[in-house]
């Protein structure tokens, strides 16, 4: 069992910038894959970024890329999310979720929630314009 907490939302002006986290606990973070999706009032849950284990590839959803970035630090059972110029529409809770990797998936990333095993409680993101 891996438990996620997640912090560092909060109310932030459009253009400004906030940094997410994500510690585990329960089991090393270096066996999972580790993803962010949100999900905004009266609208599915959406991903946002995914990471492999060993932080050699990142992929990002369209309308955050060049302003999203995620990483891992591993030693510190922590992922990340660092997001600038924000803007009112990523407004959302958002999560962080953790992909139990098997013998053959090892580097395996993805964007499908199906996907991932374990979810944080998420985290309030407020962008006001």
């Known amino acids: 069992q891996v438990q996620l907490v997640e912090s560092g939302g909060g109310l932030v002006q459009a253009g400004g910038s906030l940094r997410l986290s994500c510690v585990a606990s329960?089991?090393?973070?270096?066996?999972?894959?580790m993803g962010w999706f949100r999900r905004a009032p009266g609208k599915d849950r959406e991903f946002v970024a995914a990471i492999t284990r060993d932080s050699d590839e990142t992929v990002y959803f369209d309308s955050v890329k060049d302003r999203f970035t995620i990483s891992r630090d591993n030693a510190k059972n922590t992922a990340y999310l660092h997001m600038n110029n924000l803007k009112p529409e990523d407004t959302a809770v958002y999560y962080c979720?953790?992909?139990?990797?098997?013998?053959?998936?090892?580097?395996?990333?993805?964007?499908?929630?199906?996907?991932?095993?374990?979810w944080g409680q998420g985290t309030q993101v407020t962008v006001s314009s």
């Open positions: 979720a953790a992909d139990r990797l098997g013998p053959g998936f090892s580097s395996r990333i993805t964007s499908r929630a199906s996907e991932y095993d374990y």
């Open positions: 329960g089991r090393p973070l270096h066996g999972y894959g």
